[in-house]
Every structure is written in structure tokens, then in C-alpha cells.
């Protein structure tokens, strides 16, 4: 029965695109190495035909299907579970252009394109695509799509979902939905877009995009600050929320804890100030008239933040590739995490006025539950985004802690986080890693829909099942 699968698979899209026994593996295991999946077999679609055949050959034998990407996710959503019964559906061979149209300041591209190449097509352009993540590399537009990915500069234009005006996708049952109109107006009825997006695979799979390209700005300036507290980080957010308006493109956080782990695994990154203070922030400037005009503009805020005594100390990058080595600098804290062993990560958002109590509370609590955990905090404080991490204390065994304790270190968190009115996931998603907790945290009547339109959408429970939502298993 499967071997029939497998001969359909192939016949549609060619010999050496489906993937069996060891070839499968890298697809299978996810980027934290937490869950190492089997997979029946990987297929690899070039076209969203292919995609469409493939899913109504799955759908015929009743064969689940786990769309991909990058595989960087962090939720434990992209590989297969264990029963060797799932079809990951590869999307990497699918990354044409399909259209750049600079007066209706939009690029038309295929799911598996890599979003660093996305950057650089609609660099080429003239234009700039501001998504920006650490894992821009490897992952996909079609990915970032389906987690709604954040990154760092939702602060100035907002997350995946705001920059996406179209899709194309494949249904549950094999239909291809044509939603690339590109506009930037449409009020015919439900907007489908918004449902696909954020689903992460469960509800249908993303064959390609039509995402909104912005002018890109006549200079970028940034600056590494070191803080004396969260509600001086706050406050210097305010600071530059005023003088900067819309130029404040990036702001973000980083605990001491977080920037030490930097310093220890990547000694040559030389991070700057890093002792100085309990946090350190980065902020990114973009200006829309001169280098001259930014770097007036940021310097200004910088004395007046200075004299407030909400900056510590401040470095300004003196020319692109200082901003680069900051920035690589902020990217390099999920890696040096990795480097030190296996962790705890929250994803959470709060309101940002309500962050510092949050911190300080849940800080205190955790210590008092396991003295010597280390808390990597750090993010995306603009958007009220942390990673609020945790790390074995110093003489604990890395996966015994995960083991042992990340339940209860979770409960933890997430009561404040609820208490605090802010979300379990920011950005990264729900996969299978907090589908439980998920109903826990949000309201029953919306756990009810989201129920309602899984049903509707995919019947059969063949796209990512167990994924979002706790379900039904379709496998045999
Ligand atoms: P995958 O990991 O392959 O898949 C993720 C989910 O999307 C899965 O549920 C999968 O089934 C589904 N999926 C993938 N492609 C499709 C498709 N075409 N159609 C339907 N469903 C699909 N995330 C952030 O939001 N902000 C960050 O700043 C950030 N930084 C990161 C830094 C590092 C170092 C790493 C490793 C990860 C980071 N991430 C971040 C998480 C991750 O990169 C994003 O979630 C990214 O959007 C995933 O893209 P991907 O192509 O790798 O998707
Ligand atoms: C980031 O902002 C990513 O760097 C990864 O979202 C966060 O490692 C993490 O927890
Ligand atoms: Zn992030």
C-alpha cells in the first residue's frame, strides 16, 4: 500500500525527488534537535501542480502529510512524528520568481524561495523586503508565511502577515486556491489570506506569495546601548518612539545572561558593554533623507537618554559592516544557547509597560524554584516579543534539566504571562510543543473556531495533524 504511494509520488514528480530510508533524515530531526521524527518518505514538488497531485495521492491512500520549509522552525511543527506513516511535503525546489512588479511595489514568489534571496531579489530592485530573522539563511518565505514570522523589524512594519497581499495555495483536497491578485484593497467576502497565514501547514500548503516591497531608506544607523534596567529600557523605547518616529526600525533586548553565553562560545565577536550593565539594547535607525540627518537624529537621542540616565554607555556603528557585526552579534544568542546545551524557550508577548513587573516577579520565582537557572532573556522589546530562555544551572547536565524541569519552569512562566495579560507565542508558533498548553491560555469559544474552521478546511486531518491543535491521528 505504501510502496503504491510511493510509485504514485514518484510518477509525479520524477524519479530522485522522493526521498526514502537514510536520505530522509535531516527532514525528519528539527532544528533544536528535540524531536527525531521517520517519514515514510520526503517528495519534492517543482511546481504547484505537482504540489496538488501530490496532496490528492496522500489524500486517496489516507497518508498524512507535514509541509516543510528551512526547517528552522522551533516548535517542533516541520518533521514527521514517529510512525514512519507521514509524507513530508518538501517545498525547497519551488523558489521562482514569478513576478516583480515595482509600480504596484510588489514581488510574486514561490514558497520554497529562501528569504535572504527574497532580500536580495527585491534588493536588485531597488526596493527593500523588510522581514529579517537569524535563520533568513535557511528558512522560507513560505515558512515565514505559515508561522507569521516576527523577527526584527516588526517595530516599523509589522509581521509576516502585513507584508503578504496574496497567496496561493493548495487545499486539503488537492485544489489550488489563486489569491495573488497583489491588492491592496479587497473586501469580497472572508479574507482567506489571513486564514492560511499562521497555520503553520495545518490547513493548507503555501505554493507561492505576492508580498509588499517598501522603498528602501537613504541610510541606516545602529547603536549598541547598555542599560541600567528594564524600566530604563522601557523609557528609552518611549525616548525613541518620539524622536525617531517612523525611522525607529529595530529595538531590541539582551540580559546580561543572554550576552555572556555570546561572549563565552564566540569569544571573537568582541560583544561591546556587555558588562556594563543588567541588559543591553540595539537600535536601528532607517532614514528616508541622509546619513547626516539619521546620525543628528541619533545622536540627539542618545544625549538626551544619556542625561535621563536610561543609557549607561552607547557605541554607534561607523560604518555598514560595524551595524553588520552587531547585528550578528544580537543573531548569534539562539546559537551560543545551542553551543551550551539543550534549553527552555518561551516565546511570549506582553503588554510592553507590563514587562519590567513581569520580569522581576517571575525572575524571583524561578530562582526560588531552581537555584542557579540561568535565564537567557532577550528579544524583541519593540514589539513587546521575549524569549524569555532557560538554561541548566552551571552544574546540572543540560537535557536531565530539560527533562526534570521544563514542565514546571513553563507552568511558571506562563501563569505570569497570563496574569500579565500578554500571549504564550509571539512568533515562533504553537507545532506540537504547546499545543497542550494552548487551550489552557486562550478562550474556549476560540479554541471552538479554530476547531470548527481545521474541520472545515481539512476533514480527512491529513495536513500536520497534532500540530496547533490537539487532534484526532488520521494514521493507520
Ligand atoms: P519550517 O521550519 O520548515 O516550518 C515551520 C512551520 O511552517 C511548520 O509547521 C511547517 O509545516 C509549516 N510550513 C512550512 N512551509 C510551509 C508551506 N509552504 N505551506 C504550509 N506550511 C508550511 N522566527 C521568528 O518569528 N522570528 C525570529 O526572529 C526567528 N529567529 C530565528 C533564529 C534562528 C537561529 C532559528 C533557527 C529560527 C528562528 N525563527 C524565528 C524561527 C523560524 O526561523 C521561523 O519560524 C521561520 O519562519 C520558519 O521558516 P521555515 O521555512 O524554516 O519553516
Ligand atoms: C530570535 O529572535 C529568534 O533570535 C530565536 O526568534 C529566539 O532562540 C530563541 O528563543
Ligand atoms: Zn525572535
Redesign the pocket.
Known amino acids: 500500500m505504501h510502496a503504491d504511494l510511493i510509485a504514485a509520488l514518484t510518477a509525479i514528480v520524477g524519479e530522485g525527488h522522493v526521498l526514502t530510508g537514510h536520505a530522509t533524515a535531516e527532514y525528519a530531526t528539527d ?1 533544536r534537535q528535540r524531536l527525531q521524527g521517520q517519514a515514510l518518505c520526503v517528495v519534492r514538488p517543482g511546481s504547484t501542480d505537482e504540489v496538488a497531485q501530490v496532496v490528492r495521492a496522500c489524500a486517496a491512500a489516507g497518508v498524512s502529510i ?9 516548535v517542533e ?2 518533521v514527521p512524528d514517529g510512525s514512519g506513516r507521514q509524507v513530508v511535503l518538501s ?1 525547497r525546489r519551488m523558489h521562482a520568481v514569478r513576478a516583480i512588479d515595482p509600480d504596484n511595489l510588489t514581488i510574486t514568489v514561490e ?1 520554497g524561495c529562501v528569504l535572504q534571496n527574497v532580500q536580495a531579489l527585491v534588493q536588485e530592485a531597488g526596493f527593500l523586503f523588510p522581514l529579517s ?3 533568513e539563511g ?3 518565505l ?3 508565511l ?2 507569521n ?4 523589524q516588526v517595530v516599523r512594519y509589522g509581521n509576516t502577515r502585513d507584508l503578504c497581499l496574496g497567496l496561493e495555495v493548495v487545499t486539503a483536497d488537492g485544489q489550488v486556491w489563486d489569491g495573488l491578485l497583489g491588492l491592496r484593497k479587497d473586501n469580497t467576502g472572508y479574507d482567506l489570506r489571513h486564514l492560511f497565514i499562521g497555520s ?2 495545518t490547513l ?3 505554493t507561492a506569495a505576492s508580498m509588499r516591497m517598501v522603498p528602501q531608506p537613504a541610510a541606516q544607523l545602529t547603536a549598541w546601548t547598555a542599560v541600567p534596567s528594564l524600566d530604563a529600557a522601557n523609557a528609552l523605547l518611549a525616548l525613541a518612539h518620539q524622536h525617531l518616529a517612523s525611522a525607529l526600525t529595530g529595538f531590541e533586548l539582551m540580559n546580561q545572561q543572554a550576552l555572556a553565553l555570546v561572549d563565552l562560545h564566540y569569544p571573537h565577536l568582541r560583544v561591546p558593554l556587555w558588562q556594563q550593565g543588567p541588559f543591553c539594547v540595539l537600535l536601528e535607525a532607517s532614514d528616508s533623507e541622509s546619513e547626516a540627518h539619521a546620525r543628528t537624529l541619533f545622536e540627539r537621542l542618545l544625549e538626551l537618554a544619556m542625561e535621563k540616565e536610561l543609557v549607561l554607555d552607547a557605541v554607534i556603528a561607523e560604518s555598514v559592516q560595524q551595524a553588520h557585526d552587531l547585528w550578528h552579534i544580537r543573531e548569534s544568542i ?2 551560543a544557547q545551542a553551543a551550551e546545551g539543550v534549553n527552555v524557550k518561551h516565546d511570549i508577548s506582553l503588554p510592553i509597560s507590563r514587562i519590567p513587573a513581569f520580569v522581576a516577579e517571575t525572575d524571583a520565582a524561578l530562582h526560588a524554584l531552581l537555584p542557579g537557572i540561568r535565564l537567557v532573556n532577550f528579544g524583541h522589546l519593540g514589539d513587546g516579543n521575549l524569549h524569555y530562555n532557560a538554561q541548566a544551572p552551571e552544574d546540572m547536565e543540560a537535557r536531565a534539566f530539560v527533562a526534570d524541569h521544563e514542565e514546571c519552569i513553563g507552568e511558571v512562566v506562563y501563569r505570569n504571562v497570563h496574569r500579565f495579560g500578554g500571549s504564550i507565542s509571539a ?3 504553537i ?1 506540537s510543543l504547546k499545543r497542550e498548553k494552548l487551550p489552557h491560555y486562550k478562550s474556549p469559544v476560540a479554541m471552538q473556531l479554530m476547531q470548527r474552521i481545521k474541520s472545515a478546511l481539512d476533514p480527512q486531518n491529513l495536513l ?1 495533524p497534532g ?1 496547533v491543535l490537539v487532534g484526532p491521528r488520521t494514521d493507520p
Open positions: 532544528w507535514v509541509p516543510q520549509g528551512g526547517n528552522t522552525g522551533l511543527g516541520s517545498l514558497a530573522l537569524g535563520a535557511s528558512c522560507t513560505g515558512g515565514n505559515a508561522t514570522a516576527g523577527g526584527t503553520e501547514g493548507g500548503v503555501i539562539t546559537l512568533e515562533h508558533g507545532g500536520n500540530r
